[in-house]
């Protein structure tokens, strides 16, 4: 077996993602090891599913440093240290300074819960409802210094029914996220997908805009 990717994955909050990865880690489907979980929110739970996988865990707490330009130069500083393959997004709430964006461009990913480019930022599951959109869906990127904008990698769809509630089409999206992660990391990690300056290769084919599309 290949050496395992190694990951550093920054979380803000419940850290499902997170769990869906170690989850993952350890039934085997993924070959990774988590170098360290880092959180800006001290109260997210997802810190407490890290402790329970016994993973490394840092907190930088916005609250400590004294502007955002500070607190990017103690997260850019705390990466370096790690040198991890890959920087994971799951549910961090912040936006990142182009430095961090630049110095890990290729390695960065995040998981929007939209069909990019549909629905950049918040609050997307009320937004496609009123939207009277037929589907949504999740989409893996890796990230650039446009929010939510970077190449997209893959994404994984969901019908859209007339019965759906914001909380409703939230549950059935994140457990289509759930899968979509850690397949994505461990195709990278099989180097079967890579970013290139031209866009996202996958098996030596660039992606068109929209990635794979993946269905569970
Ligand atoms: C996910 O739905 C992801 O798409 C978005 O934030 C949410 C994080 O959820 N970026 P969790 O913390 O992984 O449960």
Redesign the pocket.
């Known amino acids: 077996m290949n050496k395992p990717i190694s990951l550093v994955i920054l ?10 990865i170690i989850d993952a880690i350890n039934n085997k489907q993924l070959n990774a090891t988590i170098t360290a979980v880092i959180s800006n929110n001290p109260n ?3 810190l407490q599913r890290a402790n329970n996988a016994m993973l490394t865990t840092k907190i930088l707490n916005q609250q400590d440093y004294a502007s955002k330009d500070e607190f990017d130069i103690a997260l850019l500083k705390l990466l370096k240290l790690y040198q991890p393959d890959l920087i994971i ?5 912040r936006i990142l300074s182009d430095v961090i964006v630049t110095t890990f461009k290729g390695k960065m990913l ?5 069909l990019l480019p549909k629905y950049p930022g918040l609050g ?1 599951y009320k937004r496609v409802l009123e939207s009277g959109d037929k589907e949504h869906g ?1 989409t893996v990127h890796y990230v650039t210094e446009e929010l939510d904008g970077g190449p997209i990698i893959a994404q994984s769809k969901t019908m859209i029914l007339s019965s759906d509630t914001p909380e409703s089409l ?1 549950n059935r ?2 457990k289509l ?2 899968q979509l992660y850690p397949y994505i990391i461990q195709l990278i990690s099989e180097k079967k997908l890579n970013y290139t300056p031209q866009g996202v290769v996958f098996e030596g084919k660039l992606l068109h805009n929209q990635g794979l599309s993946i269905q569970f």
């Open positions: 979380i803000s909050g419940n850290g499902s993602n997170l769990q869906a997210a739970y997802g997004l799951a549910g961090f709430m995040n998981i929007h819960p939209a997307t999740t939230k999206v994140q996220e759930h």
